[in-house]
């Protein structure tokens, strides 16, 4: 594969402000699911996508051969109804002028060399995407509002303290400040 491609499909991105937007809702879906605390995940490079169908957005990013993605982060999302697949490629680059020799016959540009790669393709549900930007997931058959749970964890709330303050307001009984006539 040439970097060719890749430049275009990167032009065609900036070109169209519903590609950029889809392409911010899959990144927080990616950050929601804190991808970018395992090993390598952040210096992956977009090469193709968002390609958006009726219910999914598609993705491919490159990543060097020696610094493969953790596969345990994209493991998270496939409860979700999420494709991910890895494929070993090449990728052909041009390398850097130091003599004569690196330079391509018949031109001023650098020879072009193989370069392997790793290209992880993600399909992403739309729903996900959509619960995850309107700050709720459907964690083992409940909704969870993700701000509630941000807040109670930094708050250090255990199922403990909840229970107790359950059960303290549903002994006090409720004071409405009206009165009859």
Known sequence: MSVKPNLNSVKKLFMSDASVNMLCDFERVLDNMD??????????????GPMISRYWVKCKFMWPFDRMPDPAAAKR???YGAKITYKKDKVQMPVKIRSPQDIRPGSHKGRLMDFPVWYVEMMLPKKLMADIKQGSVDIAGEEVDLADLQN?????????????????????????GATEI
């Open 35 to 48: 991808f970018y605390a395992f090993p390598n995940w952040r210096i992956g490079e977009l090469v193709e």
């Open 77 to 79: 999302l496939i409860p």
């Open 152 to 176: 109670s964890i930094e708050k250090g709330l255990t199922d403990k303290s909840v229970t107790q303050n359950s059960q303290q307001s549903a002994q006090a009984p409720e004071e409405t």
